[in-house]
C-alpha cells in the first residue's frame, strides 16, 4: 500500500534527534489519525518501539528511523505534511493532514469509518437544520451503532421518532451489515433542545 506523507528533511532530522534519545532497540515512529473522517479527527505521531507495532502497519524506511502508518489510517493521511520550522524558542513540528476530517471510505474499510460516512454525509445534514447532530460512539460485537445525539437533538421529545424512522433506517439501508441503533444520550438535559 502507498502511503503519500511527505516528512520534510527538517522533520526528519529532528524526528531522528528525538528517537536518539528514547531507550530500546529499533525505536521508530508511528503515524495514524485519531477519529479519522469525522470533525474530532487528529493526527498523531507516537514513538514506536517493536510492541508498539502493528502487523498491517504500512513500514517506510528513512535514513535515520523507520516511520510505521497504520493501514487504516493511509486513506486519511493522504497529501500530509510533516515539518519542523527551529526559532530561538527550540522550533515546532507541525502535522497537516488535509484529508483527516473527510468522510472517507473503502468498500473493504472498517465497518465504523462506513458509519461515520453514512452518519456525516446523510445523517447531519438533515439534524443541522435543527441545529443537532449524532456521532457514532462505538459499534457493539452484534453490530449494533451506539450514537450520541447533540445540539437541538438532546432532549428533544421526536427523538424516538428520529432515532428510529430517520438515523436507523438510513444506516441499516445503506449498511445491511448494521443490526440496528441504540441511543446512549442523557435526553433529561433540555437545555439546547428543539422543541
Known sequence: MEVNVNITDSAQEYLAELLSKQEGEDVGIRMFVASP??????TCIAYCSVEDRKDDD?????????????????????????????????G?????APNS????VSEDGPLED??????????????AA???HVELVEITEDNYAVLKFGGGCQGCSAIDLTLKDGVEK??????????????????TDKSEAFM
Open 37 to 42: 473522517g469525522t470533525p474530532k479527527a487528529e
Open 58 to 90: 504500512v513500514k517506510i524506511e528513512y535514513s535515520a528511523f523507520n516511520a510505521y502508518f497504520e493501514e487504516r489510517s493511509i486513506l486519511f493521511l493522504e497529501n500530509a505534511k510533516v515539518d519542523y520550522s527551529p526559532d530561538r524558542m527550540g
Open 92 to 96: 515546532q513540528l507541525t502535522i497537516r
Open 101 to 104: 476530517k473527510m468522510p472517507q
Open 114 to 127: 462506513k458509519v461515520n460516512y453514512v452518519l456525516y454525509n446523510d445523517v447531519n445534514p438533515g439534524l
Open 130 to 132: 435543527h441545529n443537532g
Open 170 to 187: 438510513t444506516l441499516t439501508e445503506k449498511l445491511p451489515e448494521i443490526k440496528g441503533v441504540r441511543d446512549m444520550t442523557d435526553h
